[in-house]
């Protein structure tokens, strides 16, 4: 197994923040997050061959000093761009549950060890070695 992890300063919406908007407002939340992370995800550890495999990925909400933690449904909601960049930008074949085993979590930053004003989101994407073969 191959995990690649990204921590990336970005804030997240609730599901109540997002949900019934103008589909105006939900794509500009969508584009606001794909911008965020893009830059994070350029490296050339990216796998070379993406196969109908299952992959994990584990999306952790780093809340700072004073934030609450969202509940379940809103925590998914607000991180659903996630998957879907990764699959639109080839690091997931596909992120439909056949194919992708997700975790979400939330963690204050000082309980990781960061500073109480840190905030963020940390991604790890687990991979089976032979998406990493050279074929």
Same mark, same amino acid.
């Given at each position: 197994m191959v995990t690649i992890?990204?921590? &990336?300063?970005?804030?997240? =919406?609730?599901?109540? /923040? &997002?949900?019934?908007?103008?589909?105006?407002?939900?794509?500009?939340?969508?584009?606001?997050?794909?911008?965020?992370?893009?830059?994070? !995800?350029?490296g050339k550890d990216r796998?070379?061959?993406?196969?109908?495999?299952?992959?994990?990925?584990?999306?952790?909400?780093?809340? =700072? #000093?004073?934030?609450?933690?969202?509940?379940?449904?809103?925590?998914?909601?607000?991180? #659903? %761009?996630? %998957? @879907?960049?990764?699959? /639109?930008?080839?690091?997931?074949?596909?992120?439909?549950?056949?194919?992708?085993?997700?975790?979400?979590?939330?963690?204050?930053?000082?309980?990781?060890?960061?500073?109480?004003?840190? !905030?963020?989101?940390? &991604?790890?994407?687990?991979? %089976? @070695?032979?998406?990493?073969? =050279?074929e």
């Amino acid at each position: 197994m191959v995990t690649i992890e990204r921590y &990336i300063p970005l804030v997240l =919406k609730t599901g109540n /923040q &997002i949900g019934g908007r103008h589909w105006a407002n939900k794509y500009g939340y969508r584009n606001k997050i794909f911008k965020g992370i893009q830059w994070y !995800f350029l490296g050339k550890d990216r796998p070379r061959n993406i196969l109908r495999v299952k992959v994990l990925i584990e999306i952790t909400r780093v809340m =700072k #000093k004073g934030q609450r933690a969202f509940d379940h449904e809103n925590l998914a909601w607000g991180m #659903k %761009p996630i %998957p @879907d960049f990764l699959k /639109q930008n080839g690091w997931i074949h596909e992120d439909s549950p056949e194919w992708l085993d997700r975790v979400y979590n939330q963690v204050k930053s000082v309980d990781i060890g960061m500073k109480d004003s840190d !905030f963020g989101v940390i &991604i790890k994407i687990t991979y %089976p @070695d032979e998406c990493f073969s =050279k074929e």
